[in-house]
Every structure is written in structure tokens, then in C-alpha cells.
């Protein structure tokens, strides 16, 4: 076979697995619809988060902005896998309405409370501030606390696909939360029960308040 035939035959071979891989990835990559997501929000989700995710409610969080892949992974966790006796993530209002949704229902779901923009909340205790901003930015040495910035980002807004946003967030949601990982009651991400488990409920309370004044 001559050089430029065996050229061609190699380029009409790679084209043909490059076009095949696109498929597959097409075929993969599920199709979200934001516009099913609002209409899901707006039913179900609106009483306590808002159809908007800007929940007004304090004990409720702010799910506006917040990353698509954190939610559905958070909604996932709500409900009872196969072969499990429980939901990795216990709540008895939340597990009924996650155990509703399907997969897509869920992705959809993400996808609308992502794209809307989050309203932001304001620090509001002036004495335990330089606290929370320490706890934040540096974590704690002599605990052995890392910085909370290092994985949520120094202005709070996470890291897609591994750190969900928490600047603007609810501080009592934050503190709530920060107990629940502390208690075990929350048990779906072990380094958060170890890091809660190390700070006192005035630093929890310090660093939510800071939390909350966080702004991008």
C-alpha cells in the first residue's frame, strides 16, 4: 500500500472513531431542561427555598447560583440507593420530596436553581467578625483546621464540581449545618465531620455570620 493511501486510510480511521466518540458522549451527557426545572421549583420547591432558590426563610438555604453537579448530588443523597437500608443524607421532609423526582427531574432542577442569581446576605455581628474572617481565611493551626477558603474559594463561591458556593448563605443554615456534620445527624461528606467536630459552637457561629457577608 502506497504512503498516501496508508495516510488516508489512518485519517479516514481516526475520523471515524473521533465521530464515533462524539456520539457516545452526545448520547451520554443527559439534556437539561431549565425551563422543566422552574416549573418543578415553582411547584414544589418554592414554600421553603423560593422558586427563584433565594429562600427567605433563614433555616432554609439559598439554593440560587449554587453549582448544578452539588445539588444533584445533594438530592441524590436524599434518597435510599439500592441495597441501602437509608439515605445518606436524613431529613424527613427533604427525603420525601427528593425520593419524588427522577434523575432527570433532578438534573433539571439543578440546572434552573444554578442559573439564578443569588441575593446577597450582610455580616451582621461586628464583635465576632476578625474571628470568622480567621477562621475563614486561615482556619485554625493549633486545631489542626484548614483554611475554609482553600476549598470554597476566598470569596465563597465553591468550586464546580467539588466545593458547593456558601458566600451570602444563610449564617443560621451554616451554623445549623456545621452541628449536624459536628453530631453526625449530617454524615454525607466525612472530611466536613471531621473539620465541624473541631470547632466550638462560638466558632461556628462566628464564621457563618462571616459567611453570610461573603460576596462575588
Known amino acids: 500500500m ?21 456520539g457516545a458522549q452526545e448520547k451520554a451527557a443527559p439534556k437539561l431542561d431549565a425551563a422543566k426545572g422552574q416549573q418543578i421549583a415553582s411547584q414544589v420547591c418554592a414554600a421553603c427555598h423560593a422558586a427563584d432558590g433565594n429562600s427567605t426563610i433563614p ?6 447560583q449554587q453549582h448544578s453537579a452539588y445539588l444533584v448530588k445533594q438530592l441524590t443523597d436524599y434518597t435510599v440507593r439500592s441495597g441501602e ?8 421532609i427533604m ?3 427528593a425520593g419524588s423526582l427522577s434523575e432527570q427531574d433532578r438534573r433539571d432542577l439543578a440546572a434552573w436553581f444554578s442559573r439564578q442569581t443569588q441575593k446577597p446576605g450582610t455580616a451582621r455581628n461586628q464583635d465576632t467578625l476578625e474571628l470568622g474572617q480567621r477562621i475563614w481565611r486561615a482556619g ?15 470569596t465563597g463561591a465553591g468550586i ?7 458566600g451570602g448563605q444563610h449564617a ?7 452541628k449536624a456534620f459536628r453530631d453526625g445527624v449530617r454524615h454525607n461528606n466525612l472530611p466536613m465531620q471531621q473539620i465541624a467536630a473541631r470547632l ?7 464564621v457563618a455570620d462571616y459567611i453570610q457577608g461573603l460576596r462575588r
Not at 85 to 92: C, D, F, G, T, V
Open 172 to 178: 443560621e443554615y451554616v451554623e445549623a449545618t456545621l
Open 59 to 64: 433555616g432554609n438555604p439559598k439554593l440560587a
Open 160 to 166: 464546580p464540581n467539588q466545593y458547593p458556593r456558601l
Open 2 to 22: 502506497s504512503t498516501w493511501r496508508r495516510c488516508g486510510f489512518v485519517l479516514v480511521a481516526a475520523g471515524s472513531l473521533a465521530a464515533v466518540a462524539a
Open 95 to 97: 427525603n420525601g420530596i
Open 200 to 206: 466550638t459552637e462560638a466558632e461556628m457561629r462566628a
Open 85 to 92: 437500608q437509608k439515605p445518606a443524607r436524613e431529613n424527613p
Open 140 to 154: 485554625i493551626p493549633d486545631k489542626a483546621l484548614p483554611a475554609c477558603s482553600g476549598c470554597h474559594n476566598p
